[in-house]
Structures are given as structure tokens and as C-alpha cells.
């Protein structure tokens, strides 16, 4: 899903990628919107779509594949003719698949095989493309090993960002973009590592960065829920010594008891194996004394 998220930004960021792709010329970038939409009868969203009011140009439906599936293009041809059937756009069009590489891609059926013939479905392996833009960099650095998103390729693709993206909006968006490509394809690095890593000197003054700062400050609050709790600190107090909304706090404070509700259910099983009541509280991260409080409940039932 992180996958299909950042290539929707991208395709929303710089639509004429879809164009260097097809290798055809990327100005008709500029007679299509891009969305993604939803085909109701199957309550299933296309992941991308490229409409026109041009009836010359073709419709685009765009999907992009990471990882295997034997059923996609049974899937993928049900949406698009659903979509037809239900939008009745009056014009031609063309499927268009982003499969990460070829290895993933499952067979043919034999009876679409036509569609490919007459080349109403077009494959793509994004592994195999040249990165040549700074669009089919990001790409690139997407379906790239971890150990080859070297910072010498990050800060190559920055830099060219800066020298050939002209409008200040875009080129914020595609750094930002450039950024979240890289968390995620390190999610078990802090900001700092990636920081000092890539040399993203200047990620900290995106609103992306803010975001996830932000973030990462109210985890850090909500961390600090339960031992307040113990200290017999009240919802409202809780609201105003971490500054924030008295219903967050609550909710917070009914996902807490949850997890605690689903911890001593397990218990009597736990007991059964032969487990002490300190090594449940150590196993469960719960107090001794609520731990013995419910062996105690136990053992009067």
C-alpha cells in the first residue's frame, strides 16, 4: 500500500512520467487529469487513470505491481471493461502495468492474449527502465535493492530535481517525495540515521518532515499514558500536561484497557504452561500485582 501511495503522488506530482514510460511525447501530459477511481460495482479502485477531454488520445488505466499475484490480470480486465460500462467514455484506451520486476509477473491467460496483441495492455518492468529523468529516478530508486540506494544516488537525483524542475512548488513536492521513498525504504532508521546517511540537509524545512515530527512527538507523549496513569493522573489532567485533545486522550486510555483486557485473557492458558506470576509480568509487560490480583480471581472461580 505504501507502494501504491507514493506512486500516486508521483504520477499526481509529475504526470508526464506516464508518458516517458510509454515513450511517447510527454507534452500530452498537459491534456490529462490524473485520478484514481473507484469502479462500484466492484468496490475496487484503479490505481491510476489518465482521462482527456481529447478523443483522439486514449483513456490510460494504470496499475502498479510489487509483489506476485496469479489472479491481476483477471482482476485488471474486470476493472477496466466495469469502468467502460459504467463511464462510457466513447474513445479508446489503453492498460498500462508497472510490474517491479518480470520475475513477479504471473502468466498470460490465453484468453486476453488479444489484448496484448493489439496492445491494449502494456507491460512495463520498472527494474529494467533507464533512469534518465528525474521521474524514472525516483522510480528507479523505489524498486532499487536497499543496499544499492547509495547516498550518491539520492543526492545525484536531488541535485538534478534543483537544475531541471523550474516551478519552486513541483520541485519542493518532488524532494519531499524523494525523502518519503527513502523512510521508506529504510522504516527501521531514525531521521537522524537517514539524515546523516543521504546528507538531507534541507528535508528538515519540508512539510513533510515537519509532519513526521510531529509524529513522532505525540508517540512519544502517548508513551507516557500509562505510567500517568498509575500516578492516578485523571483523563483532563492527562489532556493538559500533554497538550492534547481530551478525546484523543480518551480513546488512547480505551485502546490501553483493550490491550490489557486481551493480555490477562491469556493468562489462564499462560498458567497452564507451568509460568510464574513474575514471568507473566516480565511476558505480558504488566504489573506483579495486577498479574497476582488475577491469578487470585482465578483460583476463587
Same mark, same amino acid.
Given at each position: ?11 499526481? +506530482? ?31 479502485? @484503479? ?37 467502460? #460500462? ?8 489503453? #492498460? ?58 539520492? !543526492? ?8 531541471? @524542475? ?11 517525495? @524523494? ?14 540515521? *537517514? ?9 528538515? !524545512? ?17 508513551? +507516557? ?11 483532563? !489532567? ?32 499462560? *498458567? ?18 495486577? @498479574? ?10
Amino acid at each position: 500500500m505504501k507502494t501504491d501511495n507514493l506512486f500516486y503522488q508521483l504520477f499526481q +506530482t509529475l504526470p508526464e512520467i506516464l508518458f516517458e514510460l510509454l515513450e511517447e511525447p510527454t507534452y500530452r501530459a498537459k491534456d490529462y487529469q490524473f485520478t484514481s477511481i473507484e469502479v462500484k460495482t466492484l468496490s475496487k479502485t @484503479i490505481d491510476a487513470v489518465f482521462t482527456t477531454n481529447n478523443k483522439d488520445y486514449p483513456i490510460y488505466f494504470v496499475e502498479v505491481q510489487f509483489q506476485r499475484d496469479t489472479d491481476f490480470y483477471y482482476r485488471l480486465v474486470t476493472e477496466i471493461y466495469m469502468y467502460l #460500462g459504467q463511464y462510457r467514455p466513447n474513445q479508446t484506451w489503453q #492498460g498500462v502495468v508497472l510490474w517491479a520486476k518480470r520475475a513477479i509477473e504471473p502468466k498470460i491467460p490465453p484468453e486476453y492474449e488479444p489484448l496484448f496483441q493489439q496492445n491494449l495492455i502494456k507491460i512495463i518492468y520498472l527494474d529494467e527502465i533507464e533512469p534518465t529523468s528525474v521521474g524514472l529516478g525516483i522510480i528507479d530508486l523505489l524498486v532499487a535493492r536497499e543496499k544499492d540506494t547509495t547516498p550518491e544516488k539520492v !543526492q545525484l537525483l536531488t541535485t538534478k530535481a534543483k537544475e531541471t @524542475i523550474v516551478d519552486d512548488t513541483v520541485q519542493r513536492n518532488i524532494i519531499e517525495l @524523494i525523502e518519503k521513498v527513502i523512510i521508506y525504504k529504510f522504516p527501521k532508521k531514525s531521521n537522524k540515521e *537517514l539524515e546523516e546517511m543521504f546528507g538531507l540537509s534541507e528535508w528538515q !524545512q519540508t512539510q513533510f518532515y515537519k509532519d513526521v515530527k510531529l509524529e513522532g512527538i505525540q508517540e512519544g507523549k502517548l508513551k +507516557t499514558i500509562p505510567g500517568l496513569l498509575k500516578l492516578g493522573l485523571s483523563p483532563e !489532567q492527562l489532556a493538559t500536561a500533554l497538550e492534547l485533545d481530551l478525546e484523543f486522550i480518551n480513546q488512547e486510555i480505551t485502546k490501553l484497557k483493550g490491550k490489557i483486557e486481551g493480555k490477562l485473557e491469556s493468562i489462564p492458558g499462560l *498458567l497452564k504452561l507451568g509460568l510464574s506470576a513474575e514471568q507473566l509480568a516480565t511476558a505480558l509487560e504488566l504489573d506483579l500485582e495486577i @498479574i497476582q490480583q488475577e491469578i487470585d480471581k482465578l483460583k476463587t472461580n
